[in-house]
């Protein structure tokens, strides 16, 4: 039974889901079905140290870079559209394959192109970002950001984390201000 | 003291107002100032279910056809000119009587004949939509549409859902082109 995520709330992956290895983190939402610009949101993940920021650039893996942690997360690929049913984005995360180094993966949701087009989150039907167990398909948790980040344009949606030996999943819904570049910047990457 | 929301704002109107049972939607606009046909904005309401369409033609609430079939939604008449302060066009929902197949209610306005009169919501001004408890007549949100430059015939508003066991209202003021049967036809209702 899919945890569905308030900001703020934690779910341990490892005790909703014993043995788990490997998790995709979908994106999903609806194609416009107004005018104006489609609707293109990016997932990113950042594979983060102690003291909160990345090792080094190839440890911020979007569409641009699709590999990151040693092969450890991988990036499916660009929806700029959001046609298709279920996860728009997906990005696979091997746990036991994360460096040891790497402490926390933020998760973050950005709007391409927001300002100029002048879109949020409140705008896109149906925007949500689910973990799902990679073996077997089943949702682990979910959160939806059309309701709770309406007038934002970029989000740190959650992070997965390690704590006493075990994988744990945070779901923070923070808006950043100023898109993806910022946010990026923020977590050490030379952008 | 209402809640004025920015497009793509939502609030729970289940919870600024506990006890809510019903709502008058109100949308008003500014008359036309300047020389030409007067603007017929008209107010429409869908009720949809699952995949955003309505479970049949009666679910389409307008000037031709003003009360839903279970009494929920009545649409309380044309206003052609924009003529009077307040709210132009009005719709009341018992929120009480929406039937549970009902997720979300999408409150549209559409410029009559406004390709032929060369009109669009370019033109329009101080265009807003809100939320009021019918019972007190007190107003609980409200959106103003920005002055966006647009060549649209027709926009969507606003909506108001249900979420988690509450009723809420989200402001989404984004256009629509070709007008009411284009858009009626979107929401899966069958135009002639």
Do not use: C
């Amino acid at each position: 039974m899919a945890v569905s995520l308030t900001k703020g709330g934690n779910v341990s992956l490892s005790k909703e889901v014993p043995g788990l290895t490997a998790v995709s983190v979908g994106l999903g939402w609806d194609t416009r079905m107004t005018d104006g610009s489609a609707f293109d949101l990016d997932a990113s993940v950042f594979l983060l140290g102690d003291g909160g920021k990345v090792g080094s650039d190839e440890d911020f893996v979007f569409y641009n870079n699709a590999r990151g942690g040693g092969g450890a997360v991988v990036h499916q690929g660009d929806n700029r559209t959001g046609a298709g049913d279920g996860d728009d984005e997906v990005v696979m995360v091997s746990l036991d394959k994360i460096p040891a180094q790497v402490q926390r993966l933020s998760f973050a949701v950005t709007i391409h192109k927001a300002d100029a087009r002048r879109q949020n989150f409140g705008m896109v039907s149906n925007a949500f970002i689910r973990v799902v167990n990679a073996e077997g398909g089943a949702e682990i948790a979910r959160y939806d950001l059309s309701e709770d980040a309406s007038t934002e344009t970029a989000m740190i949606f959650g992070e997965v984390y390690r704590s006493s030996g075990e994988w744990k999943f945070k779901a923070i819904g923070q808006g950043f201000a100023g898109g993806l570049g910022p946010l990026a910047r923020s977590f050490g990457v030379n952008v | 003291m209402s809640v004025s929301l920015s497009k793509g704002g939502n609030i729970s109107l289940s919870k600024e107002e506990p006890g809510l049972t019903s709502i008058l939607i109100g949308l008003g606009w500014d008359t036309r100032m300047s020389d030409g046909a007067d603007f017929d904005l008209d107010a429409s309401a869908f009720l949809l279910g699952p995949g955003d369409r309505v479970r049949g033609d009666e679910d389409f609430i307008f000037y031709n056809n003003l009360r839903s079939s279970d009494g929920a939604v009545e649409h309380t008449g044309d206003n052609r000119t924009g003529a009077g302060d307040g709210d132009d066009e009005a719709i009341k929902v018992d929120l009480t009587r929406v039937p549970a197949g009902v997720q979300k209610i999408a409150v549209t306005v559409t410029i009559h004949e406004g390709e032929a009169r060369r009109q669009s919501f370019g033109m329009v001004s101080n265009a807003f939509i809100r939320i009021v408890n019918d019972a007190t007549g007190r107003e609980i949100s409200r959106y103003d549409l920005a002055e966006d430059a647009s060549t649209e015939t027709a926009m969507i508003f606003g909506e108001v859902y249900r979420h988690n066991g509450e009723w809420k209202f989200r402001a989404v003021g984004q256009g629509y082109k070709g007008g009411l049967g284009p858009l009626a036809r979107n929401y899966g209702v069958h135009v002639g």
